[in-house]
Structures are given as C-alpha cells and as structure tokens.
C-alpha cells in the first residue's frame, strides 16, 4: 500500500464535496440553489475525472454543465412557486420508500463494487488519451459518433415542437390555421369544423414543407 | 485512489439520485435526481477506463455516450415540463392523474 498522497486528499475533498452538494440539493429550500448545489456536485465529480486521467472528459463536464445548471436555474424560476428558500419547503411524496430505495441502491452497488474482481491496469501517464479519443471518435467508432449526434439534432427539433405554443398558422394545439389568400381575407384552407373556404386542399398541407 | 473508492463514490451519486428521482413532486427536481444518477454512471465509466481498461480508448468514448444522454435528457424533460405546464397547468406529479385509469 502506497501512502496518503496529495492525489488522494484531492479525491477525498472532491468526492465529499460532490456526495454533500448532492443530497443537499434536495435538502435545500431554494430550488435556485438546490441547482447550484448540483452544479457544485458535477463539478466535483469533474474534478475526479482530470484526476483519473480524463481530461477532455472533465473539462467538456464543466463546461456542459455550468450551461445546464444555469438553464435549470432559469427554469426553476419560471415554474417553482418558492425559488428564493424564502419559507421552508418540502415538497417530497412516498418519503420512506425513496430513502429505502436510495439506500438499497447505494449498499447494493457498494456490495457489488466490494464483492467482484475489479480490473487492475491503470492507464499509463504517458499516453496520450486526448488523441486517443479523437481517432476513436472520428475512426472505428464513427459510426456511433454520427448517431450521437444524429440523436441530438432529433432531441433539438422535439424540444422545440414539445415547447413551442405558436405553430406557423397558430397555436400548435389547436391545428393549424393558415393565412388568407389576399390580406386580411378570409383563411386559406380547410377549416377544422366545416369544410369550406377557398383554396381547399393543397392550401393546409403548406407547413409541411 | 483506488478503482474501489472511485466506485463507491459513483454508488452513493446513484443512490442520492434515485431517492431524488423518486422522492421530488416537482418535475424539475426529479430531473436533478436523474442528473445525479447519470452523473454517478459517468465518474463510474471513467473510473473504470482509467483503472481497469489501460486506457482503451471505447471507454472514453462510453463517457461521451452518458453525456449526451445526459443533454437528450435534460432538452426534452424541459419541453415536456413546458408542454405539460402549458396544457394542464401542473408543474408537480401529483398534478396528473389520467395515466392512472
């Protein structure tokens, strides 16, 4: 056994920094803080993964979730009645069975960390795992890489048809209403009840295009 | 550091998350006990990678996978959370009840 190093106070500070910001993210009354905390808690863990050798890994963590924590912050703004912490809060159902289920998670994972015959073969120091990856990436693993980020394109386009209220013709959740034919006329299309109106049926298919 | 002690970090990152993700009313905080379980998967993948796989690059590559989950996951739980909202004003699970017929 090796002694206490720097490297392993390192680990020990990031590793209870990211478990206590992240229970205390459902602990707090604020819920703009509880995503600071979880902010706090990824960048913790981003702080083991430079440590562990993954440096594009960690850095790209920080940078992904320093936006995201900060969109869910935003967002806890515009939906939370409490967003300040001003009165004590706590908004939690099924509590015993969430805190039994958590604790079964967490002994049952441990067990099995403690239990199996963990892999021994460190990376080596010298190699040079940032170019590693990026042939892996746009090399045997590209393939893989394209469907990611086919994904996220598919991902962007369903956010914004879940998101948005107004369609083209007018609000998305109420079928479409297209514009008149001259200004101000009457609307162009099928109507959704009675099917009258000029311009009839190829006028409504317009915002497939 | 050892593989050991980075695993046991991961688990306990996964088991504050799943009692968030099954706990929280609010939708967004259960999106955070989600965060937190992906986030305990993706210092798990690395721990491994970094002790176990010689540096293999795929387990890098695993770790690129988790984070784009995580971002799928965060867009569209944020336009459901937007859509929900807008149609039936619910902003907390117990909110909805129809899918329990």
């Known amino acids: 056994m090796m002694g206490f190093t720097a490297t392993d106070a390192l680990f020990a500070a990031l590793s209870l920094a990211a478990v206590v910001a992240g229970w205390r993210v459902f602990a707090t009354d604020s819920m703009v803080r509880a995503s600071f905390l979880l902010l706090l808690s990824f960048l913790a863990v981003a702080g083991i993964l430079l440590l562990l050798a993954a440096p594009y890994i960690g850095i790209a963590t920080i940078f992904m979730m320093a936006v995201e924590m900060m969109v869910m912050a935003v967002f806890m703004v515009m939906f939370m009645m409490n967003p300040a912490g001003l009165n004590p809060m706590m908004m939690v159902h099924q509590h015993r069975l969430s805190i039994a289920a958590g604790v079964i998670a967490f002994l049952g994972l441990s067990a099995a960390v403690l239990l199996s015959d963990l892999p021994d073969d460190p990376v080596d120091p010298a190699r040079p795992v940032v170019r590693d990856l990026g042939h892996e990436l746009l090399g045997p693993s590209m393939l893989v890489f394209e469907t990611a980020g086919i994904t996220l394109l598919a991902t962007m386009i369903a956010a914004v048809v879940l998101a948005s209220r107004p369609g083209r013709y007018g609000p998305s959740d109420e079928g479409s209403r297209p514009p008149g034919l001259v200004p101000g006329g009457e609307p162009a299309g099928r109507k959704p009840e009675d099917d009258q109106g000029e311009g009839g049926g190829h006028h409504h298919h317009h915002h497939h295009h | ?101």
């Open chain 2, 1 to 101: 550091m050892t593989l050991t002690s980075v695993l046991l970090v991961a688990a306990a990152l996964v088991g504050i998350g799943l009692y968030g993700a099954l706990s929280q009313q609010s939708f967004v905080m259960l999106m955070m006990g989600l965060e937190l379980m992906l986030n305990g998967a993706l210092l798990a993948v690395i721990g491994l990678w970094s002790f176990g796989l010689a540096g293999a690059p795929e387990g890098q590559l695993l770790a690129i996978l988790v984070m784009a989950v995580m971002a799928v996951e965060m867009a569209v739980g944020f336009a459901l959370v937007v859509a929900v909202y807008r149609k039936r004003q619910a902003d907390t699970t117990e909110s909805l009840g129809t899918l329990k017929q």
